[in-house]
């Protein structure tokens, strides 16, 4: 099978690129990825070394690259977007192009190409906020911020491909990710990577919101369950087995790291910050026989230790002034002085 992976050179499309290659022996990958701030060809170093890789770098907003890319795929897994809430709180533009038009322009062109499949990756962000319960696969999207708007146009722009065409077009909504080779402008490895360095970690509010969190790992493998045995037309929700509020989270981290909570420090809230997501994950385990297998202090230990030995990683990102340290001032600099959101 040739498959198609966008955004391949990110978190989790890179975890997705190694694992494909690793299990799928027969199979070529087509890895197509423009390498934004947040692309990083060493992520992929075991994939460029395989002759069953092949990495493209381009856009999935334009056209005769993604007409030239899509032919001769069995499969597309398309993972490329912009992804950072607090980013798309600062400008959404990039937001709009790459994942509404991005993802408009990927669907059309698998379809006119006889893409046999094409899986989605979103987000459980898509449903919005909910303090009780749990969202199905069926519950209306009520999306906060100009991230998880673009995300829930992009799966409706996605969807429709299969409601008026029967394009064969499936949808995951995956909760948190956490792992290796996570950009260190994210939560987790925001928090881990101050830690090292003994600087404040910039906890938003009272840290009350609720997240449950899932190993990169598992939701490869989760997504390798869709792309195998999903449903064309159908939308599989994926999450772990528990919730965690952030504050416990960042308590967590520092215990497992031996650093004083005093490195905890709150911050003006994100505007419009969400509450709790809770996707119902019960389809995918039921009808493809998925589950998770990392627990979260596990997994927490292990990505530590992955930071921990791996400093020239996120080292040679956070020394990037444009791409890093300009937005982390604009983002957190004047929050840790009181200060309020610009
Ligand atoms: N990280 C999470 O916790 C999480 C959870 C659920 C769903 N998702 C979804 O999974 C996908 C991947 O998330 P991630 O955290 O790995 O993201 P990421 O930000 O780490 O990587 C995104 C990748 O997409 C590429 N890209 C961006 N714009 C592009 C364009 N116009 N053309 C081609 N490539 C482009 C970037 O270069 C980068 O390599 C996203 O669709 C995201 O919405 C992420």
Redo the contacts with the bound molecule.
Sequence with gaps: MRILV??????????FVNYWLKRHAGDSVIN?????????LS?LREAMKSARHRFIK?????LPTVKRTMKGVDTVV???????VDRSLLNAD?FI???IQ?TFTLTQEARVAGVKRFV??????VYGSIEKGKTPETAPLEPSSP?SSS?AA?DLMALSQWITHRFPVLI???????GP???PE?FLPLFITNAIDNVPLPLYGKGINIRNW?H?TD?CRAIESVVKRGKPGQIYN?AGDREWTNIAVAKLILTLMGKPGSLIRHVTDRPGHDIRYAPESGKIRRELGWRPSVTFEQGLKETISWYETHQDWWRKIKSDKTAYQSYYRKQYTHRINGGKYS
């Excluded at 197509?32 to 990083?40: E, M, P, R, S, V």
């Excluded at 398309?78 to 950072?84: G, K, L, P, R, Y």
């Design positions: 966008t955004g391949g050179a990110g978190f989790i499309g890179s975890h197509l990825d423009k390498l934004t701030y947040a692309g990083n992520n381009g856009d999935i907003t334009h398309h993972f490329a977007a912009e992804t950072h990039a192009r790459t994942n991005g989605h990756i979103s987000t459980d962000e991230y995300k992009s995951t909504r995956c909760t948190n990710n956490y080779y996570q950009y994210k899932l990169v939701h994926i």
